[in-house]
């Protein structure tokens, strides 16, 4: 009986890490996308605040009135890849889903091919996202 307990366990806690793994992704709108952004450096944002918005909106040279967010039910993460030498990138958020006591946002950058045409203009992409508010740890990953 205590071999069968054990592996009931065992079965259990296998069964709850894969739930944690295999989680449901939460839904996100895109609220801005795009080649040109005035932030040169590759750089993964969270913003709570509508302060913390409109200085990310001068740094991000956006000019003129902003989206309207909610801050009391959702907040923005995004993703800036910095300046690239040429057309052709681009970055885009494909998932955010809880682990644990997380919240993971995953990205993948899409490069230019070899045989592919690129205008030759520096570009600076970026992909900003509403999710509901998380008041915890926002993890970024790099996906595929």
């Given at each position: 009986?205590?071999?069968?307990?054990?592996c009931s366990a065992?079965?259990?806690?296998f069964?709850?890490s894969?739930?944690?793994?295999l989680?449901d992704?939460l839904?996100?709108?895109?609220v801005?996308?795009?080649?040109?952004?005035?932030?040169?450096?590759?750089?993964?944002?969270?913003?709570r605040?509508?302060?913390?918005w409109a200085?990310?909106?001068?740094?991000?040279?956006r000019?003129g009135p902003?989206?309207?967010?909610?801050?009391a039910?959702?907040?923005v993460?995004?993703?800036?890849?910095g300046?690239?030498p040429?057309?052709?990138y681009?970055?885009?958020?494909?998932?955010?889903?809880?682990?644990?006591?997380?919240?993971?946002?995953?990205?993948?950058?899409?490069?230019?091919?070899?045989?592919?045409m690129?205008a030759q203009?520096?570009?600076?992409?970026?992909?900003l996202?509403t999710?509901?508010?998380?008041?915890?740890?926002?993890r970024?990953?790099?996906?595929?």
């Open positions: 009986m205590r071999v069968l307990d054990r065992a079965a259990a806690l069964a709850v894969c739930l944690t793994v989680a992704p839904p996100f709108k895109t801005d996308r795009g080649q040109y952004s005035h932030i040169e450096r590759p750089r993964q944002v969270v913003v605040s509508a302060a913390d200085m990310l909106a001068k740094q991000h040279g000019g902003q989206p309207s967010i909610d801050f039910h959702t907040m993460v995004g993703v800036f890849l300046t690239r040429t057309g052709g681009g970055v885009e958020i494909t998932r955010i889903e809880r682990q644990g006591a997380d919240l993971v946002v995953t990205w993948r950058e899409r490069k230019p091919g070899a045989d592919e690129s203009v520096i570009t600076a992409p970026y992909h996202v999710v509901e508010k998380f008041d915890g740890v926002v970024f990953t790099l996906g595929t």
